[in-house]
């Protein structure tokens, strides 16, 4: 018989989520598709809501995590500062230690 361990991990400031996978998964559609509305569309989740995440990894961030353009003509755009890929990349490293750390400790049940 073989057994999982089932997390999930989120970093909150003050009661406010700051990181967690969901935010995590629409900073790299941001990255990816130049917008928060291509990222939303690629992410099927609603402008709405990923305008109310993103606010959200704001209001919690020490410093902004995007830099936008407005719309119009040309179209707006969105993309990443530098602080919001280096966040980025300490909640995936975080997370892979985090489920390393969790295999680990499944051996202890395995092996009763």
Known sequence: MSYKIKSRIWIESENNVLLG???VQ????????????????????????????LDSVNKSA????TINSVG????GGAQLT??????????????KNCWRFLDEQLSRIELL
């Open 62 to 65: 020490k410093k902004p995590v």
């Open 82 to 95: 530098a602080y919001g890929k280096a966040l980025v990349e300490a909640f995936d490293e975080i997370n």
């Open 21 to 23: 996978e969901g935010r």
């Open 26 to 53: 629409l900073l790299k559609a941001i990255h990816t598709n130049g917008s928060l509305s291509k990222a939303a569309k690629s992410l099927n989740i609603s402008y709405k809501k990923a305008w109310q995440l």
């Open 72 to 75: 119009g003509k040309g179209g």
